[in-house]
């Protein structure tokens, strides 16, 4: 018995030595992130010196070498591209939209065309019908729409807690609404940004056409020129809409994930990917949408490296291409990886913004979210609290169809200032705090850091 | 045995059934405070109608009035003023500061006086000698600092996750940076501002002099210019400063801090103050500092009363005039109602800015710990994480020298910009995200309820 007791003390104490020993790594990566860090400098040269980086532009292939040779002038193990097909739709040069009221006024208001929208052809004008939902506009008759030009007006519901869940009770209205206003013959349809706040910036995004329904034209106004366009439609103006966008879709071009490696010491066959989109939207800089996830991603690495941290398994740190409009990075990533014959225990991406972080959540089993929730108490001085269930990412998201057990892992910033600058000419490096991104930084090296110590 | 089940069940679905409504009243708060609140538009008010609000300015004065007027706009129980004494301190209109280089190159600073220096008499100049920290400069002798005007460069901790504690280690060379400068004969101070990102905002902020030692110009530096300043003194090259300030101070004034309640329904002599306080920097628009506090408060108050709340206790609200300079109102407040004989059960104060909601902190005894732990569960759905012991606050603090058993909390919103735009220019409007300031209302208007419910 007393032996017994001896033996547990040895392991109860070799434990609490483990977790002092975790926690002290944990305090100096988030030293390194907050002293002499690299990420905000980084960040500041993706923004400023690329631009925003949609597939198919120049920015795009710029993004790619800008990031291999950042990865090598850190010296991890191993930096490669992965060739990859995505798509290259242009938003042109020409993008104007008026509202015409009865009496000849124009109201000039802040459009911009939806990812992977046709153009008009020329300028196109048409009387102007204004549902409050997508399923409003679904239970209209032809006759009411047919030759008109469809405004949706559905404003993200503020009183969410969680913005992601307020976009995504109005994302049907950017994806779908082009669709379901053609099938009631409207010309075009225009659909109040899926911005949070009122304000004048127009936020694109991604939309869908379908083979057998005529493609018409999409774009998304202002939230306030949406609010300014309902005033008139409730003091019953009969409107006109004006509009001319030139952008268009060319043949799918080649493009690459760029990927860096840390080589795992006891499993190397085992690898952890981790990462978030390099890609963004053609309008502002990509800033929070996904610049922040990318550089987050980098400097957890850098700072593993820099902290001589030898990780168990190996860390793939992936610079996805292509979310935004298609997610064919992290589809062939997937693919190629399976059929390379490679095992992957892990995934974990960040796609949320560089605000200041509140934790974790995980797509997995009982057992991972056992160990999610085990890694909780080492994060209580640095003020994260969530470690739940939840969503991994776009981008890694196919890896659970190539790996049914895997984990996926999402970093989860504070969600309030998110949709004020998504997919809008305001996410700019400026709308990035320096200290919210480094707090993400760390967060993330020391949850990689307790993975690969856990799995 | 029977009967004391049924009982005991009763109970506990008595309980339950009021954990339910609470629940509902806390989400009806949020919606109240996210969907047609008024906190934003009467921050925007506050600071663009009135603007900086420091005591003895007229913008102070008419701060004054507009509370007064905005609270009776909302049809509280009882809205008046209480009279206090106040100091006027003024920047006056000059206010400049150069670098000299050896080979006569001047280097414009920006500069801002300490709130309640003396000004300089003309311009003032003199060798400049820099110091670490405040400890260095007073084990520095009297030879090494007499004539001279002493720099003290001393940065905020940036690996401090809290940033009020990195601030905290820095209040001292602002404090005191002056009386300690003047006992070694140093002819004016400059500090390096306590903001913690470098950027060319300076930041003011209180300090003292000491009747016995003579009193010396005291003024910040941007932390750019600081970082700029120190590089030349780093390259050994020898510095000299020139400023010029017409600050000075005026005999005190009357003013006021401004209050109003809903009356308790059981126990209307069992008083709940909560506030921030009205005064303000005399830069930017103290929109942070505490404009977010009064607005938090107000709401808070003015979301009750929409849902028909009917408090127990009688629920207090202040606008505490000149914490920044003083404290006069705080300290006021607490002799006052204590000299008319009130019976004070619990204070609450925002005075964190207008950030994303992070929890309560609670200078009490066990008990009051215990009810604080009791409220986390409440807030789990909102983001909230922070039921600890802790600080409440300046304005409030003096409330516990005449209560001894009295809760004091502390509003804990996220910390990691305040110190961005603390006392400086940037504390403007545009500088307040509209979500995360109501989420600060609404979770603050739940908090009263509960603590009104559970006292």
Same mark, same amino acid.
């Given at each position: ?29 988030? $030293? ?16 400023? $010196? ?183 439609? $409730? ?43 390099? $890609? ?82 995980c797509n997995g089993n009982e057992e991972h979210l056992k160990m999610l929730a085990s890694f909780e108490s080492y994060f209580a001085n640095y003020d994260l609290h969530v470690f739940d269930p939840g969503y991994g990412g776009v981008d890694i998201g196919p890896l659970k169809n190539e790996y049914e057990d895997i984990p996926l892992f999402g970093f989860v910033p504070d969600s309030q200032r998110y949709f004020d600058f998504h997919h809008a000419p305001s996410d700019v490096f400026e709308n990035v705090n320096k200290r919210e991104l480094e707090l993400g930084c760390a967060a993330i090296a020391s949850f990689l850091y307790l993975l690969d110590k856990n799995l």
């Amino acid at each position: 018995m007393r032996s017994l007791i001896f033996i547990s003390l040895l392991l109860t104490s070799a434990k609490s030595v483990q977790a002092q020993n975790d926690s002290l790594f944990i305090r100096q990566a988030y $030293d390194a992130a907050l002293s002499n860090g690299h990420a905000y400098e980084n960040l500041r040269s993706l923004c400023k $010196d690329i631009g925003a980086r949609i597939t198919g532009s120049a920015e795009a292939a710029m993004a790619v070498e800008w990031s291999e040779a950042k990865m090598k002038s850190y010296g991890f193990d191993k930096v490669y591209k992965q060739e990859i097909t995505v798509p290259h739709w242009e938003r042109g040069t020409k993008e104007a939209g008026w509202v015409r009221k009865k009496n000849g006024e124009l109201i000039k208001v802040n459009l911009l065309a939806l990812g992977g929208s046709i153009g008009t052809d020329g300028i196109m004008e048409g009387e102007l019908i204004t549902f409050p939902s997508l399923s409003a506009l679904q239970e209209a008759s032809e006759k009411e729409v047919s030759g008109k030009i469809v405004f949706i007006n559905q404003p993200m519901d503020e009183k969410q807690i969680s913005t992601f869940r307020a976009y995504g009770g109005c994302y049907p209205i950017r994806g779908n609404g082009a669709v379901e206003g053609a099938r009631l013959g409207a010309k075009a349809v225009i659909i109040r940004s899926l911005g949070m706040p009122v304000d004048p910036h127009p936020h694109t995004g991604s939309m869908h056409y379908n083979d057998s329904i005529e493609k018409i034209p999409a774009a998304a106004v202002s939230t306030q020129d949406a609010e300014l366009i309902q005033a008139l439609v $409730d003091a019953k103006e009969s409107l006109e809409f004006v509009m001319e966008m030139d952008c268009q879709s060319f043949p799918d071009v080649t493009s690459y994930n760029v990927i860096a490696e840390i080589k795992g010491s006891e499993k190397p066959d085992e690898i952890i990917t981790f990462g978030g989109h390099l $890609d963004s939207w053609d309008t502002g800089e990509g800033a929070h949408d996904d610049g922040a996830g990318v550089i987050h991603c980098l400097e957890a690495l850098r700072i593993l490296k820099e902290l001589n941290y030898q990780p168990k398994h190996t860390l793939r740190l992936v610079f996805f291409m292509n979310e935004e409009n298609g997610n064919f990075g992290g589809k062939s990533y997937a693919k190629i990886v399976k059929e390379k014959g490679e095992k992957h225990v892990a995934a974990l991406e960040s796609d949320r913004g560089g605000f200041a972080p509140r934790g974790f959540t995980c797509n997995g089993n009982e057992e991972h979210l056992k160990m999610l929730a085990s890694f909780e108490s080492y994060f209580a001085n640095y003020d994260l609290h969530v470690f739940d269930p939840g969503y991994g990412g776009v981008d890694i998201g196919p890896l659970k169809n190539e790996y049914e057990d895997i984990p996926l892992f999402g970093f989860v910033p504070d969600s309030q200032r998110y949709f004020d600058f998504h997919h809008a000419p305001s996410d700019v490096f400026e709308n990035v705090n320096k200290r919210e991104l480094e707090l993400g930084c760390a967060a993330i090296a020391s949850f990689l850091y307790l993975l690969d110590k856990n799995l």
